[in-house]
């Protein structure tokens, strides 16, 4: 929000480390009780695959650190969006 001029368009926020997908689908298990969200077994034909959230050009272009793991982060947004009527 400081950064006098970004570089990129478009940047990553997460974790700071490689996070997988399957990492976000069990902490979003685990904060909202009874999700029983998964993933598509197997590679099918146009599936992205368990790729990550590089967050190196943010942290190059705005000194980003994060403050929040995914399983943090998760938590946070589910009492967030309790909290609100939306």
């Known amino acids: 929000m400081l950064a006098e001029r970004l570089n990129h368009r478009i940047y990553n926020v997460s974790s ?6 399957r990492e976000v689908v069990a902490s979003i298990n685990a904060a ?4 029983n969200l998964s993933l598509p077994e197997g590679r099918n034909p146009g599936r992205p695959p ?8 943010l942290r190059a272009d705005t000194g980003f650190r994060p403050e929040y793991d995914v399983e ?3 938590a ?3 009492d967030w969006l309790k909290g609100h009527d939306l």
Do not use: E, K
């Open 16 to 21: 700071g480390r490689l996070v997988r997908y």
């Open 76 to 78: 946070d947004y589910v």
């Open 50 to 57: 368990d790729n990550y959230l590089d967050t190196t050009r």
């Open 72 to 74: 943090r982060a998760a």
């Open 32 to 35: 909202v009780p009874g999700a």
